[in-house]
T-cell receptor, first 109, second 113 residues
Framework: SQKIEQNSEALNIQEGKTATLTCNYTNYSPAYLQWYRQDPGRGPVFLLLIRENEKEKRKERLKVTFDTTLKQSLFHITASQPADSATYLC????????WGAGTKLIIKP | NAGVTQTPKFRVLKTGQSMTLLCAQDMNHEYMYWYRQDPGMGLRLIHY???????AKGEVPDGYNVSRLKKQNFLLGLESAAPSQTSVYFC????????????FGNGTRLTVT
């Protein structure tokens, strides 16, 4: 079965540094990978989508990469800020997404 | 635009009771979804709908029923609640079948005692 795996341990990063989160998938490469942000008590909010034929996608301080050889997507936040603290989810699929459990990111001032 | 609105925000049920969770979206989206989110697990799809009057089962449909009588509303019903259904429930919608992003409500926290 298809699976999405994200690091379950919280990631602690110093403010101003780059935070890198990992999303690994099994079986065949998904056509798309999506990244969402979830704050406590709120629903996930869409951030970025990357297609399998794209190596990299950027949006302001956010960057997503897609490595079909490693079966992995990396999500980077540059110049991180305490306001970036949240849980970040990745998902694969099309109209039926398969979700990772998310990685909690903590940016320390 | 309000986006996706879920009611209620919190609910406590006793085992065997029934309830309906309401999801409303004002974005004219065709696709709507019900997920549950449990600690340490990814969002799991309960049921979904690809248009008014249509519904389909997701990954964990047992114990739940849904209806999509109007395009903007998607109802999730629990006929006989069980403690295993204690969870946070999220509704989401999207415009089309392709890679358009999901828009989520802020969830309903349900506790079944």
């Amino acid at each position: 079965s298809q699976k999405i795996e994200q690091n379950s341990e919280a990631l602690n990063i110093q403010e101003g540094k780059t935070a890198t989160l990992t999303c690994n998938y099994t079986n065949y490469s998904p056509a798309y990978l999506q990244w969402y942000r979830q704050d406590p008590g709120r629903g996930p909010v869409f951030l970025l989508l990357i297609r399998e034929n794209e190596k990299e996608k950027r949006k302001e301080r956010l960057k997503v990469t897609f490595d079909t050889t490693l079966k992995q997507s990396l999500f980077h936040i540059t110049a991180s800020q305490p306001a970036d603290s949240a849980t970040y989810l990745c998902a694969r699929g099309n109209y039926q997404l398969i979700w990772g459990a998310g990685t909690k990111l903590i940016i320390k001032p | 635009n309000a986006g996706v609105t879920q009611t209620p925000k919190f609910r406590v049920l006793k085992t065997g009771q029934s309830m309906t969770l309401l999801c409303a979206q004002d974005m004219n989206h065709e696709y709507m979804y019900w997920y549950r989110q449990d600690p340490g697990m990814g969002l799991r799809l309960i049921h979904y709908s690809v248009g008014e009057g249509t519904t389909a089962k997701g990954e964990v449909p047992d114990g739940y029923n849904v209806s999509r009588l109007k395009k903007q509303n998607f109802l999730l019903g629990l006929e006989s609640a069980a403690p295993s259904q204690t969870s946070v429930y999220f509704c989401a919608s999207k415009k089309t079948a392709d890679n358009s992003p999901l828009h989520f409500g802020n969830g309903t926290r349900l506790t079944v005692t």
